[in-house]
């Protein structure tokens, strides 16, 4: 039995690897780029946060998380890191549940990946771009600018359409609208957003650690506690990725409001700028020792106050106005950056027609699809790969026959 899959990606290639272990399937692996795992060796910062010792279903999101699972239990994340070590990759996971690869280095993953399918019944055919699919009786035939291919079964695992400049793309979405599969809207996430605050630029580079909450017209609509970056747009970092989903999807007043001093009260923060009174700091260094210099710059600022008044200067409703400004400042946002700048693809490939336990699709039988192209996203944090991994696996083993 031949398998033929689309995507040398994360799913692609851990699709190939489980089907290739019934030794009686040849697997065609075809992945449109010059090598494999093109996007997976830029993941992280290029660490590669392969998944999350805390992945759950609620991790998830799509319009039917719940497809995700059972692929998630089958192939959960202990098996998956047993997986990883049978593969030869050492890995170390990181306070907040987080596991790299051991070396730091997301093309360790790549490559223990990229060995493993050297496989005498896996053949791997890199520069190869798939343009058309469509099932003549019983066979999948694979149309590309360089050659045809015939399958007994097919699997998608061409990704979303975030990470343009990586290989995202619409191809995934085409090939399997082709087969009469329905695919919601798409949206970027885990994406930075913009914001029409004048002063980002200003802070651009700037990190500082907050407790971020998005408001829809004064309403919290997420809200998270982490590392913030700021900018020549406006507002990125894992804690904006995270709340980033959907944000600025309605119309409305859509705004971030920072605590920027999130483990610090209000009070303890008024008692030690009221104690700075006693000297005749210029008021641009009334935060210094306390936020990043710049930032303080700005938050005086935006409370209303000149830089160069001496601090002993101030009344103390300026003093509550800067103490306000650093524990609720806020910035209105515009919109999300595109989806060149997403990590992630939100919607996708309609779920409820293919199988969760199988991930064949109910309508066309024989043909599968897995990761990132099917409308499930996972939170910031190595869930989307968790995902890729999981679902790859299970269509894999299960066109392979191994289940
Ligand atoms: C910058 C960045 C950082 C990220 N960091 C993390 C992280 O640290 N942790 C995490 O969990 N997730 C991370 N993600 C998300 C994660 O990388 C994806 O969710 C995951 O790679 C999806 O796996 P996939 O196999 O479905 O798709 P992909 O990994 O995108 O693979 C799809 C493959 O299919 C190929 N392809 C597409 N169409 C065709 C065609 N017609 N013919 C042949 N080949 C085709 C593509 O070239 C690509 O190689 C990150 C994403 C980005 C963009």
């Known amino acids: ?112 990946l990229r060995f493993a399918l050297e496989r005498p019944n896996i053949r791997l055919e890199t520069g190869f771009e798939v343009e058309k699919v469509k099932k003549n009786g019983d066979m999948f035939h694979i149309e590309g600018a360089n050659g045809t291919f015939d399958c007994d079964k097919l699997i998608i695992a061409c990704g979303g359409l975030a990470g343009t400049k990586l290989g995202g793309s619409m191809s995934g979405y085409k090939l399997l609208r082709a087969f009469g599969h329905k695919c919601t809207k798409l949206r970027p996430n885990l994406v930075q957003l913009k914001s029409s605050w004048p002063g980002a630029a200003s802070l651009k580079g700037v990190r500082a650690n907050c407790h971020a909450q998005i408001l829809h017209n004064g309403e919290l609509f997420a809200e998270s506690r982490g590392e913030l970056q700021f900018t020549e747009y406006g507002l990125s970092g894992p804690v904006i990725f995270e709340i980033s989903r959907d944000v600025c999807s309605d119309r409305g007043d859509w705004t971030c409001r920072l605590d920027l001093l999130p483990e610090i009260g209000e009070n303890v923060l008024k008692t030690e700028l009221l104690r700075r009174k006693n000297t005749n700091l210029p008021v641009s260094e009334l935060l210094t020792g306390i936020l990043h210099n710049r930032l303080g710059r700005v938050l005086t600022q935006s409370a209303g106050i000149s830089g160069y008044v001496p601090v002993n200067q101030l009344e103390d409703y300026e003093i509550d106005a800067v103490c306000r400004a650093v524990k609720g400042f806020d910035v209105t946002l515009t919109e999300p950056m595109g989806m060149d700048s997403a990590q992630v693809t939100a919607g996708g490939i309609v779920t409820k027609d293919f199988d969760p336990e199988t991930m064949e699709s109910k309508l066309v039988s024989g043909l599968y699809a897995c990761g990132e192209v099917l409308d499930i996203d996972g939170d910031c944090g190595g869930y989307n790969l968790q995902w890729a991994w999981s679902s790859g696996r299970l269509a894999g083993s299960h066109a392979g026959g191994n289940t």
Not at 32 to 40: C, T, Y
Not at 69 to 89: D, H, I, M, P
């Open 1 to 112: 039995m031949t398998i033929g899959i689309i995507g040398g990606g994360a799913a692609g290639m851990a699709a190939a690897l489980a089907a290739s272990e019934n030794e009686n399937t040849q697997v065609i692996l075809l992945e449109r780029q010059a090598r494999v795992g093109r996007k997976l060796a830029a993941t992280g910062n290029g660490r590669c946060n392969l998944t999350n010792l805390h992945a759950n279903e609620g991790s998830y999101h799509g319009d039917a998380p719940e497809f995700a699972a059972f692929a998630l239990e089958k192939y959960n994340v202990q098996e998956t890191l047993n997986w990883f070590r049978s593969l030869g990759l050492f890995t170390v996971a990181e306070d907040s549940g987080r596991v790299y690869p051991y070396s730091d280095q997301a093309n360790s993953v790549v490559d223990v």
